[in-house]
């Protein structure tokens, strides 16, 4: 089995090397281990026991997962999260006790489908814009080859190839807005403990709820968002799953219509 590209039978046939690899298995662990690093930096800061030693002991070990250790934890555990633990552990037994401190399983799961969303759609929206410019290149070569305009399904005017390929353009300009709003829109769960309320960091931190603020904001920072969502529960808010399939779903919209435009085109 391949831990590089996730594994599913359509994956061959459909899926480029570049989105196969993002939502790969290696990518997925590697991010989880990048955010324990982030946790225990930003705990380190904001005045917990945790040293450099052990923060350098996790950063040396974020990619050489060992895959079928965490497996056999996960046979033996029956849960993914705490398998992983184990196996960082095992890695660098002497940061073994700061791992995934204050956290919940979710903050592994969810902020790393956050930021895999995120890389998933900056490469959508890198292939939306080669598409764009490699169809002004037709439209300006074909802006005078005559072809027919439809109404109903039937032709009702001239116009001409290079005009039909300016309504496909538009359609995913359009379409890359919507990418665009979506991924400034995009937040970090961050912080946020068991069921969203923070408790066990208001723990660690006797209380402080300055300090869970802070541990907040520097978390969200440190995976690159601007900030976090301002509430959640248990999971970031599952509408942000609707929304970015609601703009896949635009630019198979868009797909369709020019594919349709072209079949129509070819048989006349």
């Not at 902020?111 to 959508?124: G, K």
Request: charged share 25%; with cysteine; proline share 3%.
């Amino acid at each position: 089995m391949s831990y590089d590209e996730y594994q599913n039978p359509l994956n061959s046939r459909y899926a480029s090397t570049e989105m196969s690899h993002l939502w790969g298995p290696q990518r997925k662990f590697s991010t989880w281990r990048r955010l324990w690093v982030a946790l225990a930096e930003a705990e380190a800061e904001l005045g917990l026991d945790i040293t450099a030693a052990q923060i350098e002991s996790l950063r040396a070990h974020l990619d050489d997962i060992d895959f079928t250790a965490a497996e056999a934890y996960e046979r033996k555990l029956r849960h993914d999260v705490m398998a992983h633990v184990h196996a960082y552990g095992d890695a660098c037994p002497d940061a073994r006790a700061i791992i995934h401190l204050g956290a919940t399983s979710c903050y592994v799961t969810d902020n790393t489908d956050l930021i895999l969303l995120r890389e998933a759609l900056q490469l959508v929206r890198k292939r939306v814009a080669h598409v764009i410019l490699a169809l002004g290149d037709f439209a300006r070569e074909h802006r005078d080859l005559p072809c027919l305009a439809f109404t109903h399904m039937q032709p009702a005017q001239p116009t001409t190839m290079g005009k039909r390929a300016t309504l496909w353009i538009q359609d995913l300009v359009l379409d890359l807005d919507e990418l665009d709003h979506r991924l400034s829109a995009l937040r970090a769960r961050s912080v946020k403990g068991t069921t969203g309320t923070q408790a066990s960091f208001l723990k660690l931190f006797h209380g402080n709820s300055a300090k869970v603020q802070q541990l907040e904001d520097l978390v969200a920072k440190k995976l690159g968002f601007s900030s976090a969502y301002a509430v959640t529960g248990q999971t970031y808010p599952r509408k942000i799953d609707g929304q970015v399939l609601d703009v896949l779903s635009g630019i198979a919209q868009t797909a369709h219509k020019t594919a349709t435009d072209l079949r129509l085109l070819a048989h006349r």
